[in-house]
């Protein structure tokens, strides 16, 4: 069984910055696709940020293209999302998401992010 771990979200201010972390346990967490999705209330939950394993593809909601990076440390199991610029609409629970080669999915139990004055 895979466990996934979220950390560091917080209250940060409108054009702060924050880094959340996820930790995926399992020897082969370098095949894992890793994903970082978030839902806010009363809304859907949605895909923010995916990385492939291998090249490292990644894809990226329009809404924080140019915003948020995401990156991954094969050697810690651990994948980063580095969120700038963060605005209102950014606050949510944020999930982190592993994809193993085959097919099981794994969700991590959220982290608060909420952007406020």
């Known amino acids: 069984q895979v466990q996934v771990v979220e950390s560091g979200g917080g209250l940060v201010e409108p054009g702060g910055s924050l880094r959340l972390s996820c930790t995926a346990s399992?020897?082969?967490?370098?095949?894992?696709?890793m994903s970082w999705y978030r839902q806010a209330p009363g809304k859907e939950r949605e895909l923010v940020a995916r990385?492939?394993?291998?090249?490292?593809?990644?894809n990226y909601a329009d809404s924080v293209k140019g915003r948020f990076t995401i990156s991954r440390d094969n050697a810690k199991n651990t994948v980063y999302l580095q969120m700038n610029s963060l605005n209102i609409e950014d606050t949510a629970v944020y999930y982190c998401k592993a994809s193993d080669p085959w097919g099981a999915l794994y969700w991590g139990q959220g982290t608060q992010v909420t952007v406020s004055s």
């Open positions: 990385m492939a394993p291998g090249d490292g593809n990644t």
């Open positions: 399992g020897a082969t967490f370098s095949d894992y696709v």
